[in-house]
């Protein structure tokens, strides 16, 4: 496991890298279904991010990034259906973060995260819709894409 995540289990650290594709499908879903767009760029974000970052949200990313596609295509057959079950589900299982989060030994790195899955969440938001199919936000994203079923992370 990547140093900066010391503290919580190999289990912990796949439910943190699930929730990008969670996170994924509950923003680009929102509306009630997941384009191509959406999906196309979510896993660039995710693999701009394997390098753009500092090193332990890079080689988080970088991890996310190597089974992303599997993971997001089996959660989007998995919560298959009406938008706001979906969304609930979704909701519900991105809330166990709460309990992750603190036990991240290194508090910048867990900081970090969060905010990157909050800036994941806008870039999902963003992928369609709006000029050139681009920079649209609609009602429904707006709502989720503050993920405010996961607690912020402070200090």
């Known amino acids: 496991m990547i140093e900066q995540f010391k503290g919580i289990s190999e289990e912990e650290f796949d439910q943190l890298k699930s929730a990008v ?12 279904s997941i384009d191509r767009k959406e999906k196309e760029w979510a896993e660039k974000v995710t693999n701009i991010r394997s390098y753009s970052l500092p090193d332990g949200l890079k080689d988080f990313y970088l991890e996310v990034g190597q089974d992303f596609q599997e993971r997001l295509d089996a959660y989007i057959d998995e919560y298959a259906g009406e938008a706001e079950i979906r969304n609930r589900n979704i909701s519900q299982e991105l809330s166990k973060l709460n309990s992750l989060f603190p036990k991240i030994q290194d508090r910048e790195t867990a900081i970090a995260l969060y905010e990157s899955f909050i800036s994941f969440a806008r870039h999902v938001a963003r992928a369609s819709g709006g000029f050139l199919s681009w920079g649209s936000i609609n009602v429904h994203e707006k709502r989720l894409m503050s993920l405010e079923m996961i607690d912020p992370v402070e200090d």
């Open 21 to 32: 594709s969670l996170i994924t499908v509950l923003i680009a879903g929102a509306d009630g």
